[in-house]
């Protein structure tokens, strides 16, 4: 093996032998994504399984702000793109046969990663006044996690997810939505009730850690998503999901990986 230019041989072996040595140590600890921008685009895509109706989950170009909206707000947070989302759901004077609902996520690159090592979550959302006058101010996509619980041997499934509060603005982007600080987190079946994050009372982060942390529980992710669950109409479009130190860029020609602090 030829060692880097300006590098001795001996230095690039141990630096090796020390990554390799930290991996075995921490596996799965730290929640990272990867070191390429254009890294995995293919793993990124609606989840067939989690799809009910026909409701559409699209890389596109903008949106670029309403008629009225200037600035940065009139245009998506990272690049020119976003996801655009459009799902069927309940709206005043509208009762649809089917309540749709999508997951436009990734199902292989984060499995195995420790859900305690999270912490920095959130995207940037473009809400519609129309979006607030289907279901309310918190009428908002999510963010899903499929996961290992590992909260006892016959509990290995639970989806976690985030409900965002409402968007300081409508018919623009928005600023960066932290859902470390903001809206609530609650999971699905008896990982809720063990957890006391339930739809009915969702926690807050910093509760939902505390309740695996207390159990010594070590929850394992299995996918991640950008979703809109099955409630009111949405139409509109998230950019910038960030997990840690690496927003995920929805872009028209795929999702790149941009590492920030």
Request: include cysteine; proline fraction near 7%; charged fraction near 20%.
């Amino acid at each position: 093996m030829k060692a880097r230019f300006g590098v001795r041989r001996g230095t690039v072996l141990v630096a090796a032998l020390l990554v390799a040595l930290i991996a075995t140590i921490l596996p799965g600890s730290a929640f990272a994504g990867t070191d390429d921008d254009q890294a995995h685009s293919d793993h990124w895509g609606v989840i067939p399984r989690h799809t009910i109706g026909s409701p559409v989950a699209e890389l596109r170009n903008g949106p670029f702000g309403s008629y009225d909206v200037a600035g940065t707000a009139a245009r998506p947070p990272y690049g020119r793109g976003s996801l655009g989302i459009e799902a069927v759901g309940n709206a005043p004077g509208v009762t649809p046969s089917v309540i749709e609902k999508v997951d436009f996520g990734n199902e292989v690159d984060f499995v195995g990663k420790s859900l305690l090592g999270l912490r920095r979550i959130g995207f940037h959302v473009f809400q519609t006044r129309a979006n607030v006058r289907y279901g309310g101010p918190r009428n908002m996509p999510n963010i899903r996690f499929e996961i290992d619980p590992n909260l006892n041997a016959t509990n290995d499934y639970s989806t976690l997810v985030w409900l965002p509060g409402a968007s300081p603005v409508t018919n623009a982007w928005s600023p960066f939505l932290d859902a470390t600080r903001t809206g609530g987190w609650f999971l699905t079946g008896s990982a809720g009730t063990a957890t006391g994050c339930t739809p009915a009372h969702p926690c807050t982060f910093t509760a939902l850690r505390a309740a695996f942390t207390s159990r010594h529980a070590r929850p394992t992710v299995y996918t991640v998503a950008v979703s809109k669950v099955r409630d009111f109409m949405w139409i509109g479009a998230v950019d910038g999901l960030r997990l840690n130190d690496y927003v995920y860029d929805f872009e028209r020609d795929g999702v790149k990986v941009r590492r920030v602090r």
